[in-house]
T-cell receptor, first 112, second 113 residues
Framework: DVKVTQSSRYLVKRTGEKVFLECVQD?????MFWYRQDPGLGLRLIYF???????EKGDIPEGYSVSREKKERFSLILESASTNQTSMYLC???????????FGPGTRLTVL | SQQGEEDPQALSIQEGENATMNCSYK?????LQWYRQNSGRGLVHLIL?????REKHSGRLRVTLDTSKKSSSLLITASRAADTASYFC?????????????FGKGTHLIIQP
């Protein structure tokens, strides 16, 4: 059974904190993605990675960075969290593009 | 970037009825996928239809694709309470890298008991 896990379901941070969101997949997928989902705006791609140490910006990369040191793990980093980064963050992976994406359960981040 | 637009934004029907939602997109695609999202959870893949296919079935789901009109529809027959969810279409095209990996805002489907 395919599995994408995210480190936290709910997270509360303060403005200015550095935040790490972790995503792990056990399917040996090359591609991994980070999206954020906001009411009325749908899902928007932040970054995606097509191989270890490789990344590409999505539609809204500002204020975020990513790290992929191992194939199974893709981290999203908020260098200095701001209130407008309060959102649901979804991680996904797939074996090739364009192919079915498998999503994690999501992390609901609140920045106070 | 490529983005599907789902229509309607919200749909409420009685249990047992059929639900139809539509997706329009702008550029040529390799395939189009439909996903479901239950409240506050991640997305689950439902069905993939390739650009050379016109119709595809999976259980109570029927998807059509009209590439000339750049549109797709998802039909859920004999709806159940568990079908209450948001449904997203994802038109994909190969070779675009991060471009073309965008979901729309979804159709929120409510099944009334």
């Amino acid at each position: 059974d395919v599995k994408v896990t995210q480190s936290s379901r709910y997270l509360v941070k303060r403005t200015g904190e550095k935040v790490f969101l972790e995503c792990v997949q056990d399917m040996d997928h090359e591609n991994m993605f980070w999206y954020r989902q906001d009411p009325g705006l749908g899902l928007r791609l932040i970054y995606f990675s097509y191989d270890v140490k490789m990344k590409e910006k999505g539609d809204i990369p500002e204020g975020y960075s990513v790290s992929r040191e191992k194939k199974e793990r893709f981290s999203l980093i908020l260098e200095s969290a701001s209130t407008n980064q309060t959102s649901m963050y979804l991680c996904a992976s797939c074996t090739s593009l364009p192919d079915t994406q498998y999503f994690g359960p999501g992390t609901r981040l609140t920045v106070l | 970037s490529q983005q599907g637009e789902e229509d309607p934004q919200a749909l409420s029907i009685q249990e047992g009825e059929n639900a139809t939602m539509n997706c329009s997109y702008k550029t040529s695609i390799n395939n189009l996928q439909w996903y479901r999202q239950n409240s506050g959870r991640g997305l689950v893949h439902l069905i993939l239809i390739r650009s050379n296919e016109r119709e595809k079935h999976s259980g109570r789901l029927r998807v059509t694709l009209d590439t000339s009109k750049k549109s797709s529809s998802l039909l859920i027959t004999a709806s159940r309470a568990a079908d209450t969810a948001s449904y997203f279409c994802a038109p994909w095209r190969a070779g675009g890298g991060a471009d073309g990996l965008t979901f729309g805002k979804g159709t929120h489907l409510i099944i009334q008991p």
